[in-house]
Nanobody, 124 residues
Framework: QVQLVESGGGSVQAGGSLRLSCEVS????????IGWFRQNPGKEREFVAV?????????YADSVRGRFTISRDIAKKLMVYLQMNSLKPEDTAVYYC????????????????WGQGTQVTVSS
């Protein structure tokens, strides 16, 4: 069982920055890849970025590549971050972190565990 808790959402003007955090806890965490997704009402959950346990190759959605950075810290506990720069109104969504036992999955259906989400609102 894996638990994920997101934080760091909020409201920001276009061009601004936010950093989302995801605290991951549970057993055998080294088995899991952690991803970030986002979702707006009535739309499917959209892949944003993913990072493996060893923080090796990361993958980004085309819409955020060059603006967002995913990273992780295992110094005391597993934390996964999403640094979001040059935010645009179209980045507005509820952002979720999730854990998967697959290698760098980009489909929401491949993830077994999800956090509760954190709202990001970008105004023009």
């Amino acid at each position: 069982q894996v638990q994920l808790v997101e934080s760091g959402g909020g409201s920001v003007q276009a061009g601004g920055s936010l950093r989302l955090s995801c605290e991951v806890s549970g057993r055998s965490l080294s088995m899991y890849t952690i991803g970030w997704f986002r979702q707006n009402p009535g739309k499917e959950r959209e892949f944003v970025a993913v990072i493996p346990w060893n923080a090796g190759d990361t993958i980004y959605a085309d819409s955020v590549r060059g603006r967002f950075t995913i990273s992780r810290d295992i110094a005391k506990k597993l934390m996964v971050y999403l640094q979001m720069n040059s935010l645009k109104p179209e980045d507005t969504a509820v952002y979720y972190c999730a854990a998967a036992e697959r290698s760098l999955p980009q489909k929401a259906t491949h993830y077994s565990y999800w956090g509760q989400g954190t709202q990001v609102t970008v105004s023009s």
